[in-house]
Every structure is written in structure tokens, then in C-alpha cells.
T-cell receptor, first 114, second 118 residues
Framework: EAGVAQSPRYKIIEKRQSVAFWCNPI?????LYWYQQILGQGPKLLIQ????????DSQLPKDRFSAERLKGVDSTLKIQPAKLEDSAVYLC????????????FGPGTRLTVL | AQTVTQSQPEMSVQEAETVTLSCTYD???????LFWYKQPPSRQMILVIR??????QNATENRFSVNFQKAAKSFSLKISDSQLGDTAMYFC???????????????FGTGTLLAVQP
């Protein structure tokens, strides 16, 4: 079974530029998560999708971050415009439907904002 | 709000020895899960072990076991017979038990970097 795929693996941009990250969850997984992991900290949830609907986006900085999950499969996370403090690893995870479902993580995208 | 605290930023252990990583948490929830995740240098987060709060028996997975003290809100991870491949960042995480079929978000601690020395 293929795991969670993310691209790109690395991205370097200058502040005020835009950037987009892509995630392809494990086939059949209904729930998709985007976490932000700043250096020295644990991952923090940005947004959670259930199929193509948003379940939790309470910690998403909506003035600059946006995310979508078209057709309930792939997802894209966008930052526009980027700030220095957005430098982090962005992790995508997915889980199947079920109360005890494990979250499976992708390799992450490391973003550096200069 | 739930919080997870890992007070050991770094630890070191000799190969074949045993090491214990500490984690405390704070919650007013009665139904929840606790997890230990491993993040090797390649960054792929992997589930090591899971504990349901309603279960009194401590979870074990091969060389990995936990000491779950619900009243003290403590959840430590013991790694026996440490191997070089155990070198990684270890995160303790909390999840409120879902009401429906969709899982909830994980709340992570800041992690403990474990180095296994040959």
C-alpha cells in the first residue's frame, strides 16, 4: 500500500512570495490533516478535512493560508504572502474512517522563507 | 484545552540498554488516546505505540512499552534493548476520543531527541 505522498520535499522562497504544497493521501482515507512543525516544536494542526469538507481550521491563519481538498482526495495548502515565521516543515497525514483510526504521515515539505 | 509536556529535550543511551522517555499531559477529558510517535531524520512520522485511557493495562509493542498513570497524567515510554535504528525524535501525543467516525487532531509535545550510541 502506497503511503502519503507530498511534494515538493523542499522549498525556498523570499518573504511576501507565494507557495503551494500538495498532498496525496492513502487511497480510501476519508480524513486528511495538515500540520505545521516549526523547528524545536511538535507538529500543530492547521486544518482537518473530512472527505472534502473542513472539520477544524481554528488554527489556520486565514489571512494568508488557504487549503482545499477537491473531490475528497488530493489536497493543496497555499501560503500567500509568506512571512519569515512560516519557515517550518508542513506535514500531511491521513486516516481511514473509524474511531480508532491511526493517522499516517507523509515525509513533509520543508519550507524556508528568506 | 489539552497540553502535552516532554521535559527531556535530548537523551542518550548505549546500544542494548534500556531508556525511558517521559511525558505528562493535562486534560479535563475522560475519554482519550495517548500515543508515542517516532520521527527519524528522514522526517516520516511513525506510530510506535498507542494507549486508550479507559484501559488499565499498559500497552506493549515488542521492545516498546508504556507506563500509563492516569491519575498522575503521566505517560512514559520504555525502550528495551535499544538499537541504533531507534535513534530519532520521539513525540508524545494526545487525542480526544472521537464522538463520531472521524478521528480528532493530535496534540503533540515538543519531542525528545534520542541518540543510541554504539
Amino acid at each position: 500500500e502506497a503511503g502519503v505522498a507530498q511534494s515538493p520535499r523542499y522549498k525556498i522562497i523570499e518573504k511576501r512570495q507565494s507557495v503551494a504544497f500538495w498532498c496525496n493521501p492513502i487511497s480510501g482515507h476519508a480524513t486528511l490533516y495538515w500540520y505545521q512543525q516549526i523547528l524545536g516544536q511538535g507538529p500543530k494542526l492547521l486544518i482537518q478535512f473530512q472527505n472534502n469538507g473542513v472539520v477544524d481550521d481554528s488554527q489556520l491563519p486565514k489571512d494568508r493560508f488557504s487549503a482545499e481538498r477537491l473531490k475528497g482526495v488530493d489536497s493543496t495548502l497555499k501560503i500567500q504572502p509568506a512571512k519569515l515565521e512560516d519557515s517550518a516543515v508542513y506535514l500531511c497525514a491521513s486516516s481511514p474512517w473509524g474511531l480508532d483510526a491511526e493517522q499516517f504521515f507523509g515525509p513533509g515539505t520543508r519550507l524556508t522563507v528568506l | 484545552a489539552q497540553t502535552v509536556t516532554q521535559s527531556q529535550p535530548e537523551m542518550s543511551v548505549q546500544e542494548a540498554e534500556t531508556v525511558t522517555l517521559s511525558c505528562t499531559y493535562d486534560t479535563s477529558e475522560s475519554n482519550y488516546y495517548l500515543f508515542w510517535y517516532k520521527q527519524p531524520p528522514s522526517r516520516q512520522m511513525i506510530l510506535v505505540i498507542r494507549q486508550e485511557a479507559y484501559k488499565q493495562q499498559n500497552a506493549t509493542e515488542n521492545r516498546f512499552s508504556v507506563n500509563f498513570q492516569k491519575a498522575a497524567k503521566s505517560f512514559s515510554l520504555k525502550i528495551s534493548d535499544s538499537q541504533l535504528g531507534d535513534t530519532a525524535m520521539y513525540f508524545c501525543a494526545f487525542m480526544k476520543r472521537p464522538d463520531g467516525g472521524a478521528t480528532n487532531k493530535l496534540i503533540f509535545g515538543t519531542g525528545t531527541l534520542l541518540a543510541v550510541q554504539p
